[in-house]
């Protein structure tokens, strides 16, 4: 009897562990199928694939629609969004046109060719690619060519002072633009939240919306300003790396140089 009671338990177990994943098996062929009418799963299925569709759809929205929000956003800031917004593009352009500045000083070949042409006593030629040049370098090492005779390094010294503020231009705007956006931003944080307190005066405290509607827009400010001056202060951190890295490099091609044009100045 009791071997009997057991198999019979066993086979119920095998049954039940059997029924469990060929349940899950159909909930997914209803899914899969939408021919297939199951009783349990079909309605949850077709719900599912109706939810799906209606997300995809609200994921491609239209470029105008979300341009409206984003002006309406601008809007709800007040009066101290329109210069973080002006603050916005200027630190875009200055951003573009640092990089293409950047992007035309890259290559280190004239320089190359100067150094072959002054050690192979070319001087005339390697003046010449100097002071045709783009490179701030090339034109640092025209001017200790120029000088050879008297004193390279100090024409060399004076022509990199030269230089220099053409590396650095609108830096310092970058700069203003970093310390100024977060304090446009509170600014308008505080001018929302005197409204907000006029608000309060008016209708008193019993109407919660209006108060809390006022402090919300009273808040865009500030991460406006915020999220303008992190983007600008990493464009001047690079751009002021790029500075110093351009600095070391006219250091080196300047020594180069020099040592050269002192080999060359030996052998006559």
């Not at 990199?160 to 970058?174: F, H, N, S, T």
């Not at 400010?221 to 202060?233: C, D, K, Q, R, V």
């Amino acid at each position: 009897m009791e071997s009997n009671r057991a198999k019979a338990n066993g086979r119920s177990l095998c049954a039940t562990a059997v029924e469990i994943p060929s349940t899950f098996i159909t909930a997914i062929v209803c899914c899969i199928s939408p021919s297939m009418i199951c009783a349990p799963w079909g309605w949850r299925c077709r719900a599912w694939r109706t939810a799906s569709s209606d997300s995809t759809r609200e994921s491609k929205k239209d470029p105008a629609l979300v341009m409206a929000q984003v002006l309406a956003v601008i809007v709800k800031g007040g009066i101290v969004m329109i210069p973080l917004l002006i603050c916005s593009l200027i630190s875009l352009a200055l951003t573009i046109e640092r990089i293409l500045f950047w992007a035309k000083l890259k290559s280190r070949e004239v320089l190359r060719e100067i150094l072959t042409h002054v050690e192979q006593g070319e001087f005339d030629q390697a003046l010449k690619l100097g002071k045709t040049s783009q490179q701030p370098i090339a034109r640092v090492m025209a001017a200790g060519i120029a000088h050879r005779n008297p004193a390279p390094a100090k024409a060399m010294e004076a022509a990199a002072q030269a230089e220099i503020p053409v590396l650095k231009r609108r830096l310092g705007v970058l700069d203003t633009i970093v310390t100024l956006a977060p304090l446009l931003g509170l600014l308008g944080t505080v001018v929302g939240m005197i409204g907000s307190f006029d608000v309060i005066a008016d209708v008193g405290i019993g109407q919660p919306h209006a108060v809390t509607g006022g402090v919300a827009e009273a808040l865009i400010a500030t991460p406006t300003g915020l999220l303008i001056a992190i983007l600008s202060l990493v464009s001047y951190n690079y751009f002021t790396a790029r500075v110093e890295r351009e600095l070391d490099q006219m250091e080196h091609f300047s020594s180069s140089l020099e040592l050269l044009l002192h080999e060359q100045a030996g052998k006559h």
